[in-house]
């Protein structure tokens, strides 16, 4: 399919490298990179690129990070890549995946995440080390797996049964006198040899929340010795997806973990979508890990406030996909296409960028196949071919990735979602405005911030509206998803803010400054502007003239 605007049909011709017979394994290689898994290769180590100078090095760092980021912008691959190292300078490692525990209720999440820190963590003892302190951990650490295996076989709270009893015995005689009255008196005597023999039963209920209490103070100890016995004297947690715990228990999990890791030198790295991470409560007494005080937050987001580092990072990493077949990203992508296909993205998503590359080359070789054999020897994907495999695209984040990610809020997050696309549409334009302080302190302005995190709006800049009204009030830019302004004009011409200040200004319009009651306004204009058009009653009155 030939690319629209600048983008001419003579750039399929003019140094295109993609044969037909390259697709498949270029297709190959792609999805092989798709999506990171726990027994990553080494040529994914290799090719790995930093979204940021320094953010390995400062991830290494001992202390707790939280790292953020929306979905497909390399979390995940981040984590693994830290993993290696920290193996391979001789740090212990716990990896957990969390959503192999979704699902999973409160404290039962947390027995289960212990019990893959433990795992990940264990002594390694040789067969020689019968006595000493290693057997002595060994045995410590079988006992608290123990215990966590049976709290969670166990119910809720279970039922101990409490006795006391005890024998008093008495020698020789005495005598007791109470005066109870000044005219009388009282004496009891106890005879040489007497007994006396009580019993107290009762019942005491414990939770698993109590029970895990109990045992923190030994979990704590044993993850210390096991630290004081590595050359590296430290130990790193890496727990991914976070966010698969329910938001309102992950303040509970967080404050159980770092309760035990508190002075053990074992550090925590959290990783998650940002929207739905909830580190920590302020309430009396806090819970969880205050960020800034206890734990440490790095933001992986590059959107399309930064086009051009965005572009750089996404095309260096699907070149070091391709290295094998020798091609480079002119071989692939036009140039136009090469800035669409990051606006589809929303900036430095590299999941969702693989994907379109993806769907792409299957729209593109179906279009230059019908051609002859001559002009389908050789193609590049176009601007055209990119839209439509955003528009393809644009279900799946509605439906699989919103309900997966908002899982408990995705019916009000898919009506915000709609009412912003509403609102767009009305004014004509794929890019929306949001006061700034409407987005952190209304619940509408958390949904946009969520959906922000989804994908399906992409922040751009901050900006003032370019109206007297509007002086000194902060807004924030975002662009609708491409898809959705794909399934209005396929063509449509997309202001391209990155190029230069001037660009940049064209969004600064105060009309599309979006508000949840905008159909209520839109139709007060209306009524406005239709009784201005009817006639008074002095040009319709003949009597008075």
Not at 16 to 43: C, F, H, N, P
Not at 75 to 89: D, G, H, N, Y
Not at 177 to 187: E, Q, V
């Amino acid at each position: 399919m030939y690319q629209s605007e600048a983008d001419l049909p003579e750039s399929r011709s003019r140094s295109a490298q993609i044969g037909v017979d390259d697709v498949g394994q270029i297709k190959k290689v792609l999805t092989a990179a798709y999506r990171t898994t726990e027994g990553v290769s080494d040529a994914v180590i290799q090719r790995f690129i930093e979204p940021r100078v320094g953010l390995l090095d400062q991830l290494m760092a001992e202390a707790h990070h939280l790292i953020e980021g929306r979905r497909g912008t390399g979390k995940s691959t981040i984590l693994q890549v830290l993993r290696r190292q920290a193996l391979e300078e001789g740090i212990p490692v716990a990896f957990v995946d969390m959503e192999k525990h979704k699902h999973r209720k409160y404290p039962d999440v947390l027995v289960e995440l212990l019990i893959d820190v433990l795992n990940g963590l264990q002594p390694q003892v040789p067969r020689w080390a019968i006595f000493g302190n290693r057997r002595s951990a060994r045995r410590e650490f079988d006992k608290i797996i123990r215990a966590l295996r049976q709290i969670l076989e166990d119910p809720d709270a279970i039922s101990r049964a409490m006795m006391r009893a005890a024998d008093r015995k008495t020698s020789g005689a005495g005598s007791v006198k109470a005066a109870i009255n000044p005219n009388i008196g009282l004496d009891a005597s106890v005879g040489r040899g007497s007994s006396r023999s009580w019993a107290e039963e009762g019942s005491v209920e414990f939770t698993k929340i109590e029970r895990l209490r109990d045992l923190a103070p030994r979990l704590s100890g044993l993850l210390a010795r096991l630290v004081s016995e590595t050359t590296a004297q430290r130990s790193i947690i890496f727990v991914d997806d976070f966010y698969y715990i329910n938001t309102a228990d992950q303040p509970y999990v967080l404050d159980y973990l770092h309760q035990v890791c508190k002075g053990t030198s074992v550090w925590i790295k959290i990783c998650g979508v940002g929207s739905r991470l909830k580190p920590y409560i302020d309430s009396n007494p806090p819970v969880g890990m205050e960020p800034g005080n206890d734990i440490f937050r790095l933001g992986l987001d590059v959107t399309l406030e930064n086009f051009v580092t965005a572009k750089r990072f996404l095309e260096r990493v699907v070149e070091g996909i391709l290295a094998p077949l020798d091609f480079k990203i002119t071989d692939i992508l036009s140039e136009i296409a090469r800035e669409r296909i990051i606006l589809a993205s929303g900036g430095a998503v590299a999941r969702d960028y693989i994907n379109l590359i993806d769907d792409a080359l299957d729209i593109a070789l179906q279009q230059v196949q019908k051609k002859n054999q001559e002009e389908a020897a050789r193609f590049r994907i176009g601007t055209e071919d990119i839209m439509q495999a955003a528009r393809n695209r644009l279900n799946k984040k509605e439906e699989e990735d919103l309900t997966i990610d908002a899982r408990e809020n995705h019916n009000a997050l898919r009506a915000r979602w709609q009412h912003i696309q509403k609102f767009a549409r009305s004014n004509e334009t794929q890019f929306v405005l949001f006061r700034q302080e409407e987005l952190s302190e209304t619940a509408w302005g958390a949904e946009v911030q969520q959906l922000q995190n989804l994908r399906l709006l992409h922040r751009i800049t901050t900006a003032v509206p370019n109206t007297a009204t509007w002086r000194g009030v902060k807004t924030v830019v975002v662009m609708i998803d491409l898809a959705s302004v794909a399934r209005q004009r396929l063509n449509q011409v997309i202001t391209p803010f990155w190029k230069n200040q001037a660009e940049m200004d064209k969004l600064r319009r105060a009309e599309w400054v979006y508000s949840p009651d905008f159909e209520e306004s839109m139709e007060e204009k209306l009524i406005k502007k239709s009784a201005k058009k009817l006639p008074t009653k002095e040009a319709t009155d003949p009597t008075l003239f």
